[in-house]
């Protein structure tokens, strides 16, 4: 089994609004990741969890905070968005301690911020 | 500064010949570089893959290429169907947790 499940697959709010983007796996993958996606561009990596810790921020705004609550989940809270936070935001997981690792993707959650 | 390139953002083919799409990478230090496959408002599935001690890895009608000298990656595609129409991405990674994608390659593959 290689799925990454990602809720909601749709997310509309308002730039007050506060929300949370949900990811899971269960392939016993320690190394966890948050990517931004907009139409036409390659995947901008936002955070990485590994062993359930921040071990890489990309310089993303505080408006996003993620968590990691435990190895299999992965959350993305949300708050006072901008319009341009508008994009598809994907999930991902790997493993960590093997040096040929690959990442797997969820179908990610389509964001729109009005 | 791109770590990784593909120079060519489309790329039309007819059904049942081989598509080609090429990636390049800047860092020698990079030892494990995938293909990923995504079509719109989905996220990237894999294809393929292949780590630097190799030069060639093949899963049925996908071939990834590695020449490392070079810096360049390429998956060929054959035969070419309709269903392969899809953004492909190269991405790249070493030890640590980072992976790099490229621009993507927009194929078509015209039935």
């Known amino acids: 089994d290689t799925e990454v499940t990602q809720t909601p697959k749709h997310l509309v709010m308002g730039m007050t609004n506060k929300k949370s983007l949900k990811c899971e796996q269960h392939m016993g993958h320690r190394a966890m990741y948050w990517y931004k996606q907009k139409a036409k561009k390659p995947p901008e990596l936002m955070f990485v969890?590994?062993?359930?810790?921040?071990?890489i921020n990309e310089s993303v705004p505080s408006r996003f905070s993620p968590e990691c609550p435990n190895s299999s989940l992965l959350n993305l809270h949300l708050h006072a968005l901008q319009p341009e936070d508008s994009a598809l935001y994907l999930c991902a997981s790997s493993q960590v301690t093997t040096k040929l690792k690959t990442q797997y993707f969820g179908p990610g959650t389509r964001l729109l911020v009005l | 500064d791109q770590q990784v390139k593909q120079n060519s953002p489309s790329l039309s083919v007819q059904e049942g010949r081989i598509s080609i799409l090429n990636c390049d990478y800047t860092n020698s230090m990079f030892d494990y570089f995938l293909w990923y496959k995504k079509y719109p408002a989905e996220g990237p599935t894999f294809l393929i893959s292949i780590s630097s001690i190799k030069d060639k890895n093949e899963d049925g009608r996908f071939t990834v290429f590695l020449n490392k000298s070079a810096k360049h990656l390429s998956l060929h595609i054959v035969p070419s169907q309709p269903g392969d129409s899809a953004v492909y991405f190269c991405a790249v990674t070493n030890t640590g947790n980072q992976f790099y994608f490229g621009t993507g390659t927009s194929l078509t593959v015209i039935p």
């Open positions: 969890y590994s062993y359930e810790k921040l071990s």
